[in-house]
């Protein structure tokens, strides 16, 4: 049976500083590069700018390098730099300091927010005990971080950072594997991390060697092999317009070719969410997975049942609404992911690959990401109650067939299926509840009952349930009829809205009610001296 490569191999293969043998970084003259400072944004310009005149090393990281030689306008950019997080805020009054175990600098101009980190330093792990696939079992998962969603990445395209923000500031519980760094020059010693905290120890892992904690800063040599793809790891020097290329991440993305830095299996170890991202650069930049980055996934995609379901909400949110979500659900599904990140959607799916459902959650990953493309909002409510409409149904379903419209039915059907999802994906009570809203309201659109339905227009959530019944009519699951009706009764004036629900309320009435008029109604007596009911 084959074996885990161990931590030290990864050590070996990345960090041989001793014999020399680490490759020097190849630099890109300006002249020699697409890469131009009008398509960096200014705020990430007066970050560069200002460090490198306070003295520091200063450089575009990552995912905005790669993007801007691509052609493609990044969203977010990233800095690396020589200061220190303590250097950084004095250097800049709109800056606040995030991670607990990892310090990142956030350097605020509004609402645009440009991310600086300190150089890392390579950790030399000891030798781990080799575990066998077999021995991984649900047993094995480390108890969840208490992590705020507020804290993890919201930057779609913080490539660069796999383990060293997210997961860096998450390691909280977790007490085994622990390591010790390597020893760093006599020069570099004050800059460690950890001095002063209540343990030395700068390295922890987990049984599988997934990284918990690593708080050594050391220089850009060293900054480098911490990255994950060869792809990320560029960077663009505001000293002289030069890309520095350490891995030969220049004609990996020339090739549209996307490879981990160093052993992939042990890579995937250390952050098993480095799959996930895998996927996501393959379906977003139709990069080709080289070599054992794409085969060792297999037999490793367990693994992300160790990932705190919060960092899994906030990787699906970026896999599904970040413009790429119908190739992202392809990608996932051909790589067995999509079983580990959401198996009660994929076990549907994998029974029903040709049906309604499949269909409908195809259709709106699309619109989606066209909404996306044409930069109109999206929300993780409408996303959830596209993937959970498979598990909604089969529970629905497995009623008798005269409750299915019941809205208790539909209700308790919808927190069924978010349980079942929660065992994997930490999804926000906020969505949850949107989902449930969406799928209750089902009912009420689909047998509007006169004057009031025009209710229904002034709910909030009346947009997404309307979305979903255009959506469920378009795959024969709701009557296309009275999709049409919510369509045009949103298009006209109030008159004519009132006119319309009183036409449909005509026709649903049974002949020899009044023609059409509304029956009086009943005043109930009320009993002189009743007492009120008890409360």
């Known amino acids: ?204 892992t987990d049984e599988h060697g997934r990284i918990l904690r690593d708080n050594a800063y050391g220089n850009i040599d060293d900054d480098v092999w911490r990255r994950d793809f060869t792809a990320n790891s560029l960077y663009y020097n505001i000293a002289d317009f030069s890309i520095w290329d350490y891995t030969g991440g220049v004609e990996d993305i020339a090739a549209r070719r996307l490879k981990l830095i160093g052993d992939p299996v042990t890579r995937y170890r250390e952050d098993p969410v480095r799959m996930l991202r895998a996927a996501r650069f393959e379906a977003k930049l139709g990069f080709t997975l080289d070599g054992e980055t794409g085969s060792a996934i297999p037999q490793l995609r367990e693994l992300l049942a160790s990932v705190p379901p919060a960092r899994l909400f906030d990787e699906t949110l970026k896999l599904f609404l970040t413009g790429h979500g119908e190739r992202s659900l392809e990608v996932l599904r051909a790589r067995g992911l999509f079983a580990e990140l959401m198996p009660t959607v994929d076990s549907y799916l994998a029974r029903h690959p040709d049906g309604a459902v499949a269909r409908l959650l195809k259709r709106g990953l699309a619109n989606t990401d066209q909404r996306v493309q044409q930069g109109k909002p999206v929300t993780p409510t409408f996303l959830f109650a596209l993937l959970l409409y498979g598990p909604i149904a089969d529970i629905i379903e497995k009623q008798p067939q005269e409750k299915w419209h019941d809205i208790g039915t539909i209700v308790d059907a919808v927190d069924r299926a978010a349980r079942g999802a929660q065992g994997r994906i930490s999804i926000p009570k906020r969505f949850s509840l949107g989902v449930r809203e969406m799928f209750a309201a089902q009912p009420r659109l689909e047998q509007p009952r006169g004057r009031r339905a025009l209710r229904m227009l002034e709910q909030p959530r009346f947009r997404a349930g309307f979305d979903l019944l255009l959506l469920r009519a378009d795959m024969g699951l709701a009557d296309p009829a009275i999709a049409s009706w919510w369509t045009k009764v949103q298009e006209v004036s109030q008159t004519d809205r009132d006119r319309m629900a009183d036409a449909l309320g005509a026709r649903e009435r049974p002949a020899g009610e009044g023609g059409g008029q509304r029956r009086p109604r009943r005043r109930r007596r009320r009993g002189r001296g009743r007492a009120p009911a008890a409360t």
């Open 1 to 204: 049976m084959r074996r885990f490569s161990s931590a030290k191999r990864n050590f070996e293969l990345l960090n041989e500083a001793e014999s020399g043998s680490r490759p020097a970084a190849r630099i890109i003259p300006r002249a020699e590069h697409s890469i131009s400072r009008s398509a960096i944004s200014p705020n990430a310009l007066r970050v560069l700018y200002r460090l490198r005149e306070a003295g520091y090393e200063a450089f575009l990281v990552g995912g905005c390098v790669r993007d801007l030689l691509l052609g493609i306008t990044p969203k977010d950019f990233d800095i690396a730099t020589s200061a220190l997080p303590e250097e950084v805020k004095r250097t800049f009054r709109n800056c606040r300091l995030i991670g607990r175990r990892f310090r990142l600098a956030h350097v605020f101009f509004g609402r645009d927010i440009i991310e600086v980190a300190t150089f890392r330093a390579m950790s030399t792990p000891d030798e781990m005990p080799e575990i066998p696939v077999a021995d991984l079992d649900d047993d094995d998962e480390p108890e969840d971080f208490d992590e705020e969603l507020d804290d993890l990445e919201e930057d779609e395209d913080d490539e660069s950072e796999t383990d060293e923000s997210t997961v860096l500031a998450e390691a909280g519980p977790h007490q085994t594997g622990f390591h010790g760094s390597r020893p760093l020059p006599l020069r570099d010693r004050s800059r460690h991390a950890g001095a002063g905290d209540e343990d030395d120890e700068d390295r922890v």
